[in-house]
């Protein structure tokens, strides 16, 4: 951040999946599986817009999972439009997904040039991702 404190806004909104492509890499006969996941899904609320985003997913045995992935994100933040780039990771346990990510920095493009943030998400398997993101501009 600069000399003076930037000013944070919390956004909150909803994500829809539209596409997802799971594509299994590496299935051991003992041991976790490991997936690469393709997805595009639509933003709504204080985030507008679609992301393209690919995981990489470790499944343990009994079905739970880790997973990391960056997505590229299209749309408007507030009143300003642009790019940029998330940085992801969570977990599934049951049928709940959460997770935590990040702007990645100087990811930003157009109006959303200079945003940083970090915040999060939680669905439940087949429903839509409650989102928030605390962010600001550098």
């Known amino acids: 951040m600069s000399e003076r404190q930037a000013t ?4 909150t909104g909803l994500i829809n999946i539209k596409t997802y492509v ?3 890499y590496d299935e051991p006969t003992e041991g976790p599986k490991l997936i690469r996941i393709s997805v595009t899904e639509t933003f709504t609320g204080d985030i507008v817009g679609e992301g393209t985003a690919e995981f990489l997913q470790v499944v343990r045995p ?3 999972a880790s997973f990391v992935g960056v997505e590229r994100v299209l749309g408007k933040i507030g009143r300003r439009s642009g790019t940029f780039v998330f940085q992801d990771e969570g977990t599934l346990e049951g049928k709940t997904v ?4 990040f702007v990645v920095p100087e990811s930003g493009t157009g109006e959303l040039r200079g945003l940083r943030g970090d915040g999060g998400f939680t669905a439940e398997l087949g429903q839509h991702a409650k989102i928030t993101l605390d962010y600001w501009f550098e």
């Open 8 to 11: 944070k806004v919390h956004a």
């Open 22 to 24: 799971p594509k299994p």
């Open 62 to 64: 009994e079905g739970s």
């Open 98 to 101: 959460s997770g935590s990510w």
